[in-house]
C-alpha cells in the first residue's frame, strides 16, 4: 500500500536561514513519482516538483533543492535562505507507476512558518 | 496557470440539504478528480472521472457522487449534507496521455460549511 509520511507537522524558522522538510514514502512498486506541492495561505495549491523513480539525481531550482534517496525512502526538499514568502503548507505526494490513472496519495503537509 | 474554475467559492447550508459544486476545465485533460483537505489529513481522493460517464470511487467516497457529461466539467454532489463534510473541497486536473503520472494542477477550491 502506499502511504506518505511528514513527520513534521509545523516548522519556524527565521528569515533566512535554510530548513529541510522531510517526507518518507512507502510503496511495493519499482516505478513511482513523487511531488512537492505548495499551499500558501492564499490557498491554492501550486506544484514544484516531479521526481520519477528511475531518476535519483538531487534537482536545485533556485533557492529550493530535493533530496531523492531511495535507500532510505526519502524525499526531501531545502529552502535555503527562507524568505516569508517561503511561509506556506507544503506536501510530499506520491504515485505508483502502472495505475490507470493519476492517482496521487498526500501526505498530511508541514507548515513552515518564516518569520522576519 | 491551469483553466480550472471551481464554483461556488464559498457555501455555507444546513444539514440534510443536497449541494453540488462544480469544476471546469479549459485544458481538455482526461482525468479529473476532486478531493477533501482537512487538518491532519492532507488531500483526500473522494472521486475520480478518466473520461466522459467514466468514474470511479476514491478513498473518502461515502456520501458523495460524481458525474461528467463533457469533458470540461465535473460535479461533486452531497445527496444529503452533514456536519462532518465540512471541509475545502478541491478540483484537479491532469493529462493523463502518458503513462508517466503527470503532476496534476489544482483549482483554488470550495469551502463549504454545513451548518
Known amino acids: 500500500a502506499q502511504k506518505v509520511t511528514q513527520a513534521q507537522t509545523e516548522i519556524s524558522v527565521v528569515e533566512k536561514e535554510d530548513v529541510t522538510l522531510d517526507c518518507v514514502y512507502e510503496t511495493r512498486d519499482t516505478t513511482y513519482y513523487l511531488f512537492w506541492y505548495k499551499q500558501p495561505p492564499s490557498g491554492e495549491l501550486v506544484f514544484l516538483i516531479r521526481?520519477?523513480?528511475?531518476?535519483?539525481q538531487n534537482e536545485i531550482s533556485g533557492r529550493y533543492s530535493w533530496n531523492f534517496q531511495k535507500s532510505t525512502s526519502s524525499f526531501n526538499f531545502t529552502i535555503t535562505a527562507s524568505q516569508v514568502v517561503d511561509s506556506a503548507v507544503y506536501f510530499c505526494?506520491?504515485?505508483?507507476?502502472?495505475?490507470?490513472?493519476?492517482?496521487?496519495?498526500f501526505g498530511p503537509g508541514t507548515s513552515l512558518s518564516v518569520i522576519p | 496557470d491551469a483553466g480550472i474554475t471551481q464554483s461556488p467559492r464559498h457555501k455555507v447550508t444546513e444539514t440534510g440539504t443536497p449541494v453540488t459544486l462544480r469544476c471546469h476545465q479549459t485544458?481538455?485533460?482526461?482525468?479529473m478528480y476532486w478531493y477533501r483537505q482537512d487538518p491532519g489529513h492532507g488531500l483526500r481522493l473522494i472521486h475520480y472521472s478518466y473520461g466522459v460517464k467514466d468514474t470511479d470511487k476514491g478513498e473518502v467516497s461515502d456520501g458523495y457522487s460524481v458525474s461528467r457529461s463533457k469533458t470540461e466539467d465535473f460535479l461533486l454532489t452531497l445527496e444529503s449534507a452533514t456536519s462532518s463534510q465540512t471541509s475545502v473541497y478541491f478540483c484537479?486536473?491532469?493529462?493523463?496521455?502518458?503513462?508517466?503520472?503527470?503532476?496534476?494542477?489544482f483549482g483554488d477550491g470550495t469551502r463549504l460549511s454545513i451548518l
Open positions: 485544458e481538455n485533460h482526461r482525468y
Open positions: 521526481r520519477n523513480s528511475f531518476d535519483e
Open positions: 484537479a486536473i491532469s493529462d493523463g496521455t502518458q503513462r508517466s503520472n503527470q503532476p496534476q494542477h
Open positions: 505526494a506520491l504515485s505508483e507507476g502502472g495505475t490507470s490513472y493519476d492517482k496521487v496519495i
